[in-house]
């Protein structure tokens, strides 16, 4: 069984990437988005969104890193594709779910569901554009406002040549709202012989384990749920039990030194807070966390805190 960790914009960073493999059991992870409108973006764009880069595209533990790219125009994907991997990214990935207003202004993500003929188009130029020992992935949801393509738009990305689909089982209306309907996962593998990512919703081992009966589908991508319980893979995995507060306190204050003493220092204060958003809802330890923090500011003041929660 293979676990990714899912991208999340503005959450999951390398820091967070760097976090959660060192926790351990995820396979593989995916960047952030790379926006591609109509031109061939500079070095920087590629080693500011995935700095593993420097590191063979793998985390400092290992786990290889897959760029990703959203955008509506195959030439410019193709092109951007070749220096994500020149630069050494050990895949690309295609962003066909994203929901958000100003990308789906500029077409990229979601959006795109309600293209068959573009979806194919741009998988196949990727596919052509990039050597082929090198994995062509793509990440969709179930469709854009009903599901009536979705077993259609995965078939045209099987045919352009994608090596792997992942899939959000949702449609771009139903959102982030429960549930996710693992089921239609299953009926894509009647269609398709693509090996296939079942995602959403997964939040605990058990979640896991009902996915791929319904989805019929081994491997797995958690987002939110690896965000609420950090070493979520290795339970999935069956090799460790949820952890415990004082463990995941004392993993906060490493991740604020990563975050203090990374490039990211002034975001800090509010990232801690965007994760405890998402830590309440396994640990209630984090609900008082994040009423003790709610009002500070100042990076030191909320390492302090944390310290004494890992004292405690
Ligand atoms: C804050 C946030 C940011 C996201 N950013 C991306 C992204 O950049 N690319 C992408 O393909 N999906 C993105 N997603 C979707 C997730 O990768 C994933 O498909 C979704 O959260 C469902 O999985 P989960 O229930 O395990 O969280 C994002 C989701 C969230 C909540």
């Known amino acids: 069984m293979k676990v990714m960790l899912a991208p999340m914009e503005g959450v999951v960073d390398h820091l967070m990437r760097d976090m959660l493999t060192r ?3 995820f396979d593989q992870c ?3 988005f790379v926006r591609v409108v109509d031109q061939k973006l500079p070095k920087k764009t590629f080693y500011r969104l995935c700095p593993e880069l420097h590191n063979g595209g ?3 533990s290992g786990v290889p890193v897959r760029v990703q790219l959203l955008g509506q125009h195959p030439k410019w994907l193709a092109e951007n594709a070749q ?3 020149e630069l050494g990214s050990p895949g690309v990935d295609l962003n ?3 929901p958000a207003k100003t990308v789906n202004k500029s077409k990229g993500g979601a959006v795109l569901l309600k293209e068959t003929q573009t979806l194919y188009d741009i998988v196949k130029a990727v596919r052509d554009a990039v050597p082929a020992e090198i994995p062509v992935s793509a ?3 179930l469709g854009f406002e009903d599901k009536s393509l979705a077993v259609e738009n995965a078939v045209a990305i099987t045919e352009a040549g994608a090596s792997e689909l992942v899939v959000h089982a949702r449609t771009k209306t139903e959102g982030y709202k ?7 996962i299953a009926k894509i593998k009647q269609h398709t012989n693509i090996p296939l990512v079942a995602n959403g919703e997964i939040w605990s081992a058990e979640d896991a384990q009902r996915c791929q009966e319904q989805s019929e589908c081994t ?3 958690v987002g939110r749920g690896a965000l609420a319980m950090p070493n979520l893979a290795l339970c999935i995995k069956g090799r460790q039990a949820p952890m415990p507060w004082p463990e995941l306190a004392a993993l906060l204050i490493q991740y604020s030194g990563y975050e203090i003493f990374g490039d990211k220092g002034r975001y800090y204060p509010n990232r801690i807070k965007q994760w405890c958003g998402y830590l309440k809802r396994q640990y209630p330890e984090a609900e008082l966390l994040f009423n003790d923090i709610r009002r500070l500011t100042n990076s030191q003041d909320i390492v302090e805190v944390l310290a004494r929660q890992a004292d405690s």
């Open 83 to 85: 220096t994500a991997v």
């Open 58 to 60: 793998k985390t400092p």
């Open 30 to 32: 995916v960047t952030e």
């Open 219 to 221: 491997n797995l991508m």
């Open 23 to 25: 926790v351990g059991g």
């Open 96 to 98: 066909f779910g994203c």
């Open 139 to 141: 990440k969709i949801r």
């Open 178 to 184: 429960p549930p996710a309907y693992w089921d239609w």
